[in-house]
């Protein structure tokens, strides 16, 4: 079976070593990852692991609404310079988030406007983080339209919401957090999509799945991004599918979302 982590973090120091990660990867039938930079300080490390492993990672360069306060003055200059050297990026992890320790809107706002626009100008494929803030992210995408491909990651949204989102060529990311018993209702929504819209990723290091689908344990409750597998037979038990073919399903997914 192949798989694809539509979206991680393989670059943040708390997931260990590059080398032993991609072996891992490797062992587990992961053949590729979307490497999702969430601040500019990351953009090098995100770019450095695309370069080691040109096959398997697929580079992110974005900034998270959650770092949207500590953007330089030439951020957006910085951000096409990366996309002009990476053919095959992505942009994000951006978004909008109002949560309770989130950044203000008002600092959030023109940080992802103005991702939405690199994005379509480049024709890149965004990822978008969307918490609690569904209404200002349909208003955004009316003032900045989006590239034709973008995902939701981590979609914890209604259906009502997804059938909104995908005339506008949204994909829907899952990962390991939606199988704990509490998040039930997740599962419901993802049973109700479109099958040729549904990812699968790890978020690795964060949302850790409950310990039936951690085939990968590591110290502190970091999720390891080999735990992807493991995650897909999880979503798959959960659609009545055969694994192999929840596999297959997100692989050519996610082949058709981010190209190659
Ligand atoms: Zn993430």
Request: hydrophobic share 20%.
């Given at each position: 079976m192949i798989w694809i982590d539509s979206h991680n973090h393989l670059h943040f120091p708390r997931l260990g070593e590059a080398t032993a990660l991609l072996a891992s990867l490797r062992d587990a039938g992961v053949a590729r990852c979307v490497v999702n930079a969430t601040a500019e300080a990351e953009w090098a490390a995100v770019a450095a692991l695309a370069v080691v492993d040109p096959e398997r990672i697929v580079p992110a360069f974005g900034i998270h609404p959650w770092h949207a306060?500590?953007?330089?003055?030439l951020w957006q200059e910085r951000l096409a310079g990366w996309l002009e050297r990476f053919p095959q990026a992505g942009v994000g992890e951006c978004g909008l988030d109002r949560s309770a320790a989130a950044p203000e809107e008002e600092l959030q706002w023109p940080v992802f406007l103005a991702q939405l626009r690199l994005a379509r100008e480049w024709q890149r494929t965004l990822t978008i983080h969307c918490v609690k803030a569904w209404g200002l992210l349909f208003e955004a995408l009316a003032v900045e339209a989006p590239p034709p491909r973008f995902v939701l990651h981590g979609f914890s949204g209604s259906v009502e919401t997804a059938r909104r989102l995908l005339p506008l060529g949204a994909y829907f990311s899952f990962c390991g957090e939606f199988l704990q018993p509490r998040r039930a209702a997740v599962l419901e929504t993802f049973r109700q999509l479109p099958p040729e819209r549904i990812l699968l990723e790890t978020d690795a290091p964060d949302m850790l799945p409950p310990p039936a689908w951690v085939s990968h344990p590591l110290a502190h409750c970091c999720n390891h991004p080999a735990n992807l597998p493991a995650i897909g037979s999880g979503l798959a038990a959960a659609l009545g599918m055969p694994v192999a073919a929840l596999a297959k399903l997100t692989t050519n997914n996610a082949r058709e979302c981010f190209g190659g």
């Open positions: 306060p500590e953007v330089s003055g």
